[in-house]
C-alpha cells in the first residue's frame, strides 16, 4: 500500500483556531481530474469515519450541486452536514485562488454542527495542475484511476507530485483498460519521493481502508 511515512503531513496554520478559541477541524481537500473518484472516495471516507468522527463535506461545483446530492442520495452523512459551492469557474478557482466560497462554507458548517474533528473539501474535477490553498486545506489528497491511461502518474504536474496523499483508484479496471499496475506504481514512487500513496479499487470490501487510515493520522497529528 505504500504508507511507510502515515505521519502528519501538515503543518499548522495560523488560523487552527476558532474566533470563540476553540481549535476548528481539521480540513482535508480532494483533487482530481473527472471521473477519478473523488466523490466517491468521500462517500466512502464518510462512511468508514462517521461512527469515530464529527465530520462534515464540502464539495464544489462549476454550475451544479451534483456532488453534493450524490451524497445526498447514497445517506453518507445528515443532510445539514454537507454544503455545496457552485464556482462558476474553473474548479481550481475556488480551491487555491478566490478560496471566500470556500471558507464561508466550512465556517457555517462549524457554526451549525460544529464541533467537528474533519472536514473534507472536495474539488471538482480538474487537471494535473490542480491544487488547494494552504489558507483552505491542511493536507490534500489526489485522486487519479487507471482508466485515464498508466501514464498518468509519470507525467507528473503538481496535483500528482506535491499531494500530500495520492490515491491510484479503480484497480479492478486495469484488466480491462490494459493498465500496468507495478508501473504506475514505480513511477508514482520516482515522481513523489517519500510522499505516500495508495492503490485502491472502492469496488473491493474495504477498498477505502488505506486512506481513512491515512486521514486517521493526520487527524491524531492535527489534535496533538
Known amino acids: 500500500m505504500h504508507l511507510d511515512h502515515l505521519r502528519p503531513a501538515m503543518a499548522v496554520s495560523a488560523d487552527a483556531t476558532r474566533p470563540d478559541g476553540t481549535k476548528r477541524a481539521l480540513r482535508v481537500g480532494l483533487g482530481g481530474p473527472v471521473g477519478s473518484g473523488k466523490t466517491a472516495t468521500v462517500a466512502a471516507l464518510c462512511r468508514s469515519l462517521r461512527t469515530e468522527l464529527s465530520i462534515a463535506v464540502v464539495t464544489n461545483d462549476i454550475y451544479t450541486r451534483e ?29 487555491r485562488d478566490d478560496i471566500s466560497a470556500n471558507l464561508e462554507a466550512v465556517e457555517d458548517l462549524e457554526d451549525a454542527v460544529g464541533p467537528l474533528d474533519l472536514i473534507l473539501l472536495e474539488s471538482g474535477g480538474d487537471n494535473l495542475t490542480a491544487t488547494f490553498s494552504r489558507g483552505l486545506v491542511d493536507a490534500q489528497i489526489f485522486v487519479i484511476d487507471v482508466a485515464g491511461g498508466d501514464d498518468i502518474p509519470r507525467k507528473g504536474g503538481p496535483g500528482i507530485t506535491t ?60 489534535t496533538a
Open 67 to 95: 456532488d453534493a446530492a450524490f451524497l445526498l442520495r447514497n445517506a453518507v452523512l445528515p443532510p445539514e452536514r454537507i454544503r455545496a459551492v457552485e464556482t462558476g469557474a474553473c474548479p481550481h478557482t475556488a480551491i
Open 163 to 222: 499531494a500530500d496523499l495520492l490515491v491510484i483508484n479503480k484497480t479492478d479496471l486495469a484488466p480491462h483498460v490494459g493498465s500496468d499496475l507495478d508501473r504506475m506504481a514505480r513511477d508514482a514512487a520516482a515522481q513523489r519521493a517519500e510522499r505516500p500513496f495508495v492503490l485502491t479499487s472502492l469496488k473491493g470490501e474495504d477498498g477505502v481502508r488505506p486512506v481513512a487510515d491515512w486521514v486517521r493520522a493526520q487527524l491524531a497529528g492535527w
